[in-house]
């Protein structure tokens, strides 16, 4: 396996943004290069190790999910590869198997949550209120049930280190007009319903997910940033899961329910994540992966 990637320092390329997860260089002023690194957070807090490989890996699942979907919405990725880029040997070790050149688009001040079963934040405003993200729901639904029917509970995306904060769609409205915000709900209820399908013949249920969305210079909608990864989704084993039972995950599920045994207030710095659970942490994403991406 090649060498953890933590962060990259690239002196070919300007850096312009280092997110949680993704380090973004600027290629020209139409593209740029997406670099996904091994960092991983939990409750908004990058955590202070890496977990190897993982960055190839939602890499690999992202690019599927993008070439599976290419005939429902365009997304971001470009024709422009590594090669394009006259990187230093060096910058080509950090990028290899974990980047993708990405066309400059207008990203939507938004993040499309779209949730097919009653889990997590959900869950717990639904035992209080029998709703989630204000939408009613019917009594008697149990921990992990499958909703009555998929649910678009949008949100703010946030700064680094901050909460996104549940958006009701009047309010995604006035953020992004009426027109872009029914195409963002429409599609993103589609791309989920369409995936889960599938994953659900690889042995997966897939829970939830986030979908990121930007305009071209046409104002057309792109899928961009990441697609179904089990960074941005909750994923189960089908043949353990129990309506009424908290699922095992091939997600971070699993290092925030060991966060949630610490005495940590869920504020920056993140505490060091023991070797055992950044192992099972690594083995989770590749199992996600090989079951997805098998043929």
């Not at 005939?71 to 006259?86: A, F, G, K, Y």
């Not at 949550?113 to 939408?135: A, F, H, N, P, T």
């Not at 769609?169 to 709900?185: C, P, R, S, Y």
């Amino acid at each position: 396996m090649p060498k953890p990637v933590f962060e990259t320092n690239f002196t070919t390329l300007p850096l312009l943004h280092k997110g949680k997860v993704r380090d973004i260089y600027e290629v020209d002023a139409s593209h740029m290069l997406v670099i996904a690194t091994d960092r991983i957070s939990a409750f908004d807090v990058i955590m202070p190790g890496p977990i190897p490989n993982k960055g190839a890996l939602l890499t690999q699942v992202s690019n599927f999910w993008f070439d599976r979907f290419r005939d429902l919405i365009p997304n971001q990725v470009s024709s422009m590869t590594l090669s394009d880029l006259n990187l230093s040997n060096d910058e080509m070790e950090q990028a290899e198997g974990r980047s993708v050149v990405v066309k400059r688009l207008n990203a939507l001040p938004i993040e499309a949550i779209v949730r097919g079963y009653l889990i997590g934040s959900g869950w717990k405003e639904y035992q209080s209120k029998q709703s989630v993200c204000g939408i009613s729901l019917p009594a008697d639904i149990p921990l992990a049930g499958k909703l009555p029917e998929t649910l678009f509970t949008p949100s703010t995306k946030a700064a680094a280190g901050e909460h996104d904060e549940n958006i009701s769609f009047e309010q995604t409205v006035a953020l992004v007009g009426n027109n872009i915000a029914k195409q963002v709900h429409d599609v993103s209820i589609s791309l989920y319903e369409n995936a889960a399908e599938y994953a659900l013949t690889k042995g997966i249920v897939i829970a939830d997910t986030k979908f990121e969305f930007g305009l071209d210079e046409d104002g057309t909608l792109t899928l961009i940033d990441e697609v179904l990864t089990p960074d941005s989704s909750r994923f189960w084993p089908a043949d353990e899961y129990v309506p009424g039972q908290n699922p095992s995950s091939f997600d971070k599920q699993y290092i925030r329910d060991y966060l949630e045994t610490l005495d940590w207030d869920k504020k920056a710095p993140g505490p060091a994540l023991p070797d055992e659970i950044i192992k099972n942490t690594q083995a989770k994403y590749q199992e996600a992966a090989d079951k997805l991406l098998s043929k």
